[in-house]
């Protein structure tokens, strides 16, 4: 670039401009200075400038508007505006440019350019018509927006994630409250039903039906689960994992799901991070997204899973699914039809499926969706009609060291449960009188309440109980303060939670406290016996001690 400083005009002005300042120098009187002056100006400006004449040749340019389209003063003289505006037509330039004679007022427009190198970008242009002597003429400022574009784009697309994810969110809340309701109801069919199977004899010609309605709902009950999962409402149990052998061992259940004629190719990098998250869920979100990419690959094709290291900087494309920092990435891909973006606008919310009827339920990638959520983790969609897909899971890198999973330990029992006194808190009347039946038939003494404060004035009254087994959410007070309250009057209490929600409404991001007991509506016999027993196990000694004394 030459030099803008020292006594003589820059050389690479618009021609005459220079050889006008050399010429009149210091000795221009004031009108042609302040002309000279007002031309540098223009060929200094930041915005670049150009002007045409009424065939929409270019007859003159500014430095700005040769830096920003990367061809030289000459060339551009010997270009017209269609070279370097390509959306201009220029069978209707002279109607187009007849339009401006005797406007006074310029006319901004929105408009592309096209730069020496073929490369394009959007530009602000305001036009001038102007008539000197007996010429007309064009001058138009150009403005580059391409910073302004970005940055709309950039809006745009955080308006729509912010969407996306309000979205998601409000059907979560309603996925939510459906799935309590759904389980409440369940609750009751499944119980009474498992009841009577338990008093029939083998041969009864009922059990067939019986056992079909208890089959029925446990299909229901796994939708009610999936939904509880997309509104990240599952109970877990996180622990540090080593996803590399949990991928690989979980592989060879996958193999069975595909079939013979896909292939699956799994692969991993070294150094892998451990997580920390219930091990079931990483077989939930594996099972589903590899079941889906079956389901696009139909007979044949190629499925990939693979687990790498990834860390998501600010500003970084992967910060639209989650935020900044160190994720076990891991990626599940097919080569089959793809989606079109359309669809995959829609594919987290629950019952959405492209599939035929019968093929799916439409809840395998919102449990996706729901378990990467509820683990601090998001979810990205690589798609393409054709193309095939690819889903990225981020799981947050838990910094520790991955443990093999084991059972939890039960603490030390010195004989078997055998009765027991317990209250029984739920405002439902159905699944009250039906936990009640099952509670009874297992042999404990049972006491009801629809109410948390009648339950708490039964205590307090000094009915001695080993065991409240409440409901979550109930009218006056939840299932947590009621148990707080009646702790005040009986420390060593047994508390067991039930709930048609998930353990969310219990433990923070459904992650139960230590000591917390919980059983997820609905419930077998069996289920009710094992978590009531346990409940009762787990009593402090001290409790234990004084019932056996």
Request: charged fraction near 25%.
């Amino acid at each position: 670039m030459p030099d803008r400083k020292g006594p003589g005009p820059p050389q690479d002005l618009c021609p005459g401009v220079a050889e006008s300042m050399v010429e009149h120098g210091p000795n221009a009187d004031a009108e042609q200075r302040e002309l000279l002056l007002t031309q540098f100006s223009i060929e200094r400006a930041s915005v670049a400038m150009l002007r045409l004449d009424m065939a929409g040749r270019i007859r003159s340019v500014n430095e700005q508007m040769c830096r920003n389209l990367g061809y030289t003063r000459e060339e551009l003289l010997a270009m017209t505006v269609f070279d370097v505006n390509p959306g201009l037509d220029p069978s209707g330039w002279l109607s187009h440019s007849a339009a401006f004679k005797g406007l006074t007022a310029p006319r901004w427009f929105e408009g592309t350019h096209r730069r020496k190198d073929g490369s394009t970008f959007p530009v602000h242009i305001s036009v001038n018509y102007f008539e000197y002597l007996d010429e007309a003429f064009f001058v138009a400022f150009v403005r580059d927006r391409t910073k302004e574009h970005e940055d709309e784009v950039q809006r745009a697309r955080l308006q729509q994630q912010l969407n996306q994810a309000q979205k998601l969110e409000s059907v979560g809340r309603l996925a939510g409250g459906v799935a309590h309701d759904f389980n409440n109801m369940l609750c009751v069919i499944l119980a009474h039903a498992d009841l009577s199977l338990g008093s029939l004899p083998p041969t009864s010609p009922i059990r067939e039906d019986l056992e079909q309605i208890v089959a029925a709902a446990y299909s229901a009950r796994d939708v009610a689960r999936h939904l509880l999962a997309f509104s990240r409402q599952q109970t877990i149990t996180p622990v540090a994992i080593d996803l590399d052998r949990h991928v690989d061992f979980a592989s060879k259940s996958l193999l069975r799901l595909i079939g013979e004629d896909v292939t699956l190719e799994v692969s991993t990098a070294p150094g892998l991070w451990p997580v920390k998250m219930d091990p079931s869920q990483i077989d939930q979100v594996l099972v589903n997204l590899v079941v889906n990419a079956r389901d696009a690959c139909g007979d044949h094709g190629k499925i990939g899973v693979a687990l790498s290291n990834v860390v998501v900087d600010e500003g970084s494309p992967e910060e639209s699914c989650c935020p900044p920092g160190s994720y076990v990435l891991l990626e599940v891909s097919d080569d089959g039809s793809g989606m079109d973006p359309e669809v995959v606008g829609h594919i987290f919310e629950p019952f959405f499926t492209t599939k035929e009827v019968g093929r799916g339920t439409g809840l395998g990638l919102a449990t996706v969706y729901g378990i990467a959520t509820q683990n601090g983790g998001g979810v990205r969609v690589w798609s393409e009609p054709g193309q095939g897909s690819r889903f990225g899971i981020y799981f947050p890198r838990h910094v520790g060291e991955a443990v093999p999973v084991v059972s939890p330990s039960r603490p030390p029992q010195r004989e078997a449960v055998t009765g027991g006194a317990i209250l029984l808190v739920e405002d439902d009347p159905h699944v009250r009188r039906v936990t009640a039946r099952i509670l009874t038939s297992l042999g404990y003494e049972v006491t009801t309440s629809s109410l948390p404060t009648d339950a708490l004035e039964l205590v307090r009254r000094g009915r001695r109980f080993d065991l409240l087994l409440t409901d979550v959410i109930m009218p006056e007070m939840n299932g947590a303060e009621l148990s707080a309250a009646v702790r005040e009057v009986v420390p060593d209490i047994g508390v067991l939670y039930m709930s048609g929600y998930g353990a969310m409404v219990v433990g923070r991001h459904g992650v139960l406290e230590e000591g917390v007991s919980f059983i997820q509506k609905p419930f077998t016999t069996d289920d009710l016996a094992t978590v009531v027993a346990e409940a009762l196990v787990s009593r402090p000694l001290s409790e234990r001690v004084a019932d056996e004394g």
